[in-house]
Nanobody
């Protein structure tokens, strides 16, 4: 199984940028498609972005497309979420997730598709 640890969250002003990292250990990172989700107080966990095994395929929620970028470095066993033009409505706990798959190109946006989760990192965007 794989262990995931997020980092990089914090407090930022609207319009600012952050980069979240998700470090994986315990298994071969390139066996897993990765995703980022977020959960604001009182809300369900929602999909943000996903990336395939090799990084060749990505998918974004409509609300973040053009502002957030998911990518991965398989040599470093780390997935990233580059966040720019942040808005107060982006405030949430951000979670990374891993899904073991044999498909090189599949991306997954359903929270139930994922096998492993990190503990989350708080992102707060002030207006």
């Amino acid at each position: 199984q794989v262990r995931l640890v997020e980092s990089g969250g914090g407090l930022v002003q609207a319009g600012g940028s952050l980069r979240l990292s998700c470090a994986a250990s315990g298994d071969t990172f390139s066996r897993y498609a990765m995703g980022w989700f977020r959960q604001a107080p009182g809300n369900e966990r929602e999909f943000v972005a996903a990336i395939s095994l090799s990084g060749g395929a990505t998918y974004y929620a409509r609300s973040v497309k053009g502002r957030l970028t998911i990518y991965r470095d398989n040599a470093r066993a780390t997935a990233y979420l580059q966040m720019s033009s942040l808005k107060p409505e982006d405030t949430a706990v951000y979670y990374c997730a891993a899904k073991m798959t044999l498909s090189a190109t599949a991306v997954y946006r359903n929270v139930r598709s994922y096998d492993y989760w990190g503990q989350g990192t708080q992102v707060t965007v002030s207006s």
